[in-house]
């Protein structure tokens, strides 16, 4: 899914990724330069102390999820990867097995970024993409 903008509106911008897990990752939140965030799964587990914190032109381009098919959880891995080819892991101790037919890699569109991921039951079904700024390509 990509976003589409009316005439003089800004993309915003990812500025940081914040996890909780348990013994499944229980939520994923993505804030953004507006002051605005998105979030999925629910309100369990600890805040990972590794916040993704993106830098000044950075994007998420890339992320790799391995499922855990759960009615609350959202997964048992996220890896992000960034335009400036930094990785950020977020795994679980006990559930991520690093099995390629659990895992799902989504990459952004030619000149695009990931903004959002669309995840239901623990299962990635795709991502929410935009036009990367000019300073980001």
Request: a negative charge.
């Amino acid at each position: 899914m990509t976003v589409k903008f009316l005439e003089g509106e800004k993309p915003y911008r990812v500025r940081k990724i914040e996890v909780k897990r348990s013994n499944a990752i229980d939520s994923v939140k993505i804030s953004y330069d507006d002051e605005t965030f998105w979030s999925v799964g629910h309100d369990g587990g600890k805040a990972d102390p590794r916040v993704a914190v993106m830098a000044e032109g950075e994007s998420i381009v890339e992320v790799t999820h391995e499922a855990f098919y759960q009615k609350h959880a959202v997964g048992s891995g996220f890896e992000f990867v960034t335009n400036f080819g930094r990785r950020f892991i977020f795994e679980t101790r006990d559930l991520t097995t690093k099995l390629a037919q659990e895992r799902v890699t989504v990459k952004a569109e030619e000149g695009h970024e990931i903004v959002g991921l669309r995840i239901n039951r623990g299962m990635l079904l795709g991502t929410t993409q935009q036009e990367m700024s000019e300073g980001s390509k």
